[in-house]
């Protein structure tokens, strides 16, 4: 089979690299998409089989492939990798994690060029095929691609979604337990913030570390709030602090949604297995919801002002803007007992 032919017959070719006109793509067995925490350069390495070909050229062999594909849109350390490994046990869900030509795109969101549009329909139709006829797709995006859920959604009207975040203590919490996580949010703080200022239609004043991650809550929250409001019953919300109180009801809930059939000891076996005891991006590392508590713990002990000054802040702008205070109202509903069942497709 030629190497173009082999790109529509499945996910064994998958586009890795952005090379302008060309687009660069990588060899992976079913287990190579399996280990993978992310689906990005970190993936390279020595006698790795590549493609380099046209963008034009891919585009035309997968012209004829559907766009179906299931989303785990999240706004950043809130479990969304475990979540994406969970789902992916069972035989109907073949997930990626963060695919790495979606970022690009999503920096040039919501005013994409008709090359981006073009590009963006090809990426849809490649990361949708699958090894088998019975599974669908799942793509756990990275968090910034927030930005482009509602519209991902609109492209395929039978697109499922399952949305993760935390309430704003917890994730001002668990930024400040990790050094790596608060390098991770300055970083990303110009961008977050001409996002929000766009979303809401106001200048956006932060000061302080606390206020940095507040904002960068509320940046992705709000994101994923447009596409719920959007889509409705097409977005399952979960709230990470409550999956880890009932592991089971939560993921039994997000295979349901997806429209994956599972038995209860499924579900069960999975929640107690070891995959729920390892940092999901760094499987050699253990991590747990103890560990997750101690971490808050000491965030809070050490890190108490920022908090604060990040709660303040977030109700600050709750009192100014109805879409921050919807947020918020969002947020603690989705921190409330999960429901047992939800419609499926």
Same mark, same amino acid.
């Given at each position: 089979?030629?190497?173009?032919?082999?790109?529509?017959?499945?996910?064994?070719?998958?586009?890795?690299?952005?090379?302008?006109?060309?687009?660069?793509?990588?060899?992976?067995? &079913?287990? %190579?998409?399996?280990?993978?925490?992310?689906?990005?350069?970190?993936?390279?390495?020595?006698?790795?089989?590549? %493609?380099?070909?046209? !963008?034009?050229?891919?585009?035309?062999?997968?012209?004829?492939?559907?766009?179906?594909?299931?989303?785990?849109?999240?706004?950043?350390?809130?479990?969304?990798?475990?979540?994406?490994?969970?789902?992916?046990?069972?035989?109907?869900?073949?997930?990626?994690?963060?695919?790495?030509?979606?970022?690009?795109?999503?920096?040039? !969101?919501?005013?994409?060029?008709?090359?981006?549009?073009?590009?963006?329909?090809?990426?849809?139709?490649?990361?949708?095929?699958? !090894?088998?006829?019975?599974?669908?797709?799942? #793509?756990? =995006?990275?968090?910034?691609?927030?930005?482009?859920?509602?519209?991902?959604? +609109?492209?395929?009207?039978?697109?499922?979604? #399952? =949305?993760?975040?935390?309430?704003?203590?917890?994730?001002?919490?668990?930024?400040?337990?990790?050094?790596?996580?608060?390098?991770? #949010?300055?970083?990303?703080?110009?961008?977050?913030?001409?996002?929000?200022?766009?979303?809401?239609?106001?200048?956006?004043?932060?000061?302080?570390?606390?206020?940095?991650?507040?904002?960068?809550?509320?940046?992705?929250?709000?994101?994923? $709030?447009? =596409?719920?409001?959007? $889509?409705?019953?097409? +977005?399952?919300? #979960?709230?990470?602090?409550?999956?880890?109180? /009932?592991?089971?009801?939560?993921?039994?809930?997000?295979?349901?949604?997806?429209?994956? &059939?599972?038995?209860?000891?499924?579900?069960?076996?999975?929640?107690?297995?070891?995959?729920?005891?390892?940092?999901?991006?760094?499987?050699?590392?253990?991590? /747990?919801?103890?560990?997750?508590?101690?971490?808050?713990?000491?965030?809070?002990?050490?890190?108490?002002?920022? +908090?604060?000054?990040?709660?303040?802040?977030?109700?600050?702008?709750?009192?100014?803007?109805?879409?921050?205070?919807?947020?918020?109202?969002?947020?603690?509903?989705?921190?409330?007992?999960?429901?047992?069942?939800?419609?499926?497709?």
């Amino acid at each position: 089979m030629s190497a173009i032919l082999d790109i529509a017959a499945s996910p064994a070719l998958y586009p890795i690299q952005d090379h302008g006109a060309d687009v660069r793509s990588i060899r992976l067995e &079913e287990g %190579d998409y399996v280990r993978a925490s992310f689906l990005d350069e970190r993936l390279s390495g020595p006698g790795m089989v590549e %493609d380099q070909r046209p !963008w034009t050229e891919v585009a035309e062999a997968v012209a004829g492939l559907p766009r179906r594909a299931d989303f785990v849109f999240h706004i950043g350390h809130v479990g969304s990798t475990l979540m994406a490994r969970l789902l992916g046990e069972h035989p109907r869900v073949f997930s990626l994690r963060e695919p790495a030509l979606l970022r690009p795109l999503a920096a040039v !969101w919501p005013t994409p060029s008709l090359e981006a549009e073009a590009r963006l329909d090809t990426l849809m139709r490649l990361f949708s095929r699958t !090894w088998r006829p019975e599974q669908t797709a799942l #793509i756990k =995006a990275t968090s910034f691609i927030s930005e482009m859920a509602e519209d991902l959604l +609109v492209r395929d009207p039978e697109a499922r979604a #399952i =949305a993760m975040g935390v309430t704003p203590p917890s994730y001002l919490r668990g930024i400040l337990g990790g050094p790596g996580s608060r390098e991770e #949010i300055a970083f990303m703080v110009p961008q977050r913030l001409a996002r929000l200022e766009r979303r809401l239609a106001a200048a956006v004043v932060i000061r302080s570390e606390g206020e940095q991650i507040a904002m960068s809550w509320l940046c992705e929250t709000l994101a994923l $709030h447009a =596409a719920a409001e959007r $889509h409705g019953p097409r +977005v399952l919300w #979960i709230d990470f602090d409550r999956f880890l109180s /009932d592991s089971a009801t939560s993921l039994g809930a997000a295979f349901t949604h997806l429209g994956a &059939e599972t038995q209860a000891d499924f579900v069960d076996g999975l929640v107690r297995g070891p995959l729920m005891r390892r940092y999901s991006k760094g499987p050699e590392h253990a991590y /747990d919801a103890d560990l997750r508590r101690q971490v808050q713990a000491q965030a809070e002990q050490e890190h108490g002002v920022e +908090v604060r000054a990040g709660m303040d802040w977030l109700q600050r702008m709750a009192h100014a803007h109805p879409l921050a205070l919807a947020a918020l109202r969002r947020a603690a509903a989705a921190a409330r007992p999960v429901a047992a069942t939800v419609p499926a497709r």
